[in-house]
């Protein structure tokens, strides 16, 4: 049975000291960005407990922003306030990221479970349909919830979407093999987290990483000295592929071709996981909006300006 805790959750609410520094990070970015934000909880039975974050207009029309594969919920605040006035904005900690339980993915079906605990949220907070928001493998999530699920309103993807090609970077690859991912991630461990953590945002999260907060290295940072959910994680990670060979959820062009609901997508010309001619076609086939971002990553509402938040406002805005 869902059930959902109705206090907002503090710092010292939470159990392990990791958990503790995590929630303080969290909130300090969040206060970078003068954002409102509560923490809450969400017991769900697909994935246990389910923590998310809330901010905005409570009579707004709901929106649900869901992160990528290494990243959290409260890597998305520095967008957040381009929809606070408007907007109800929910933004969940996927299954072994940020707050929520950190299960391990092994032998599950990955297609379920990675929209399971979405719809029991949706449930519980009384949400017939939201617009979706999806970063990277969020966005790989937010096509299913658009093809399995009545959940999704309009469908916005920033970013390259996980789901439209099985085509990636050897790096990633060798993380999916197990036993050789256990390796590289103790070898990434060795490091100083601050620094691994700015090192991984210029290598492939912004092509520009002047705009991005000392709050926001310090951010993940915190999220990689939790070690559950970096067990967790990598236990995702042997599941999306097979000795290199990435997941089928990876190709889902033939599906998303046919989602009926309005669809924009936000793409930066620098995007380190795949080009916008990787998506554009498939825009093209959706009758989608797509814009392309000159200059902007895999996550660019963490470059300098505001064209993300404008595009992404302007597609939600309808």
Known sequence: MTTVDSQPSSPASWATEPEQRYA???SALAD???VAVESRTVETDAAGQIHYLVAGDPDGQPVVLLHGVSTTAATWLPMVPALTDDYRVYIPDRPGR???AAPSYRGRNLRWFMVGYLVELFDELGLDQAHVVGNSLGGQQAFLLALDTDCVDRLCLVGAPGGLSREFALAFRLLTVRGLNRLLFWLNGLGDPFETAQQQTEQTLVADNSAVSTEFYELLAASSEMPDRQRSLRSLQSAQGS????HELFDLREEVVDIDRPTG???GSEDSFWEPAVGRPVAEQMGAEFHE???HGHMPWLEPGEQTETAVRSFLDG
């Open 265 to 267: 997508f936000v793409w």
């Open 243 to 246: 000795f290199g060979r990435m």
């Open 293 to 295: 971002l000159t200059d």
């Open 98 to 100: 940020g707050l929520s």
């Open 24 to 26: 303080r990070r969290q």
């Open 32 to 34: 970078r960005y003068d």
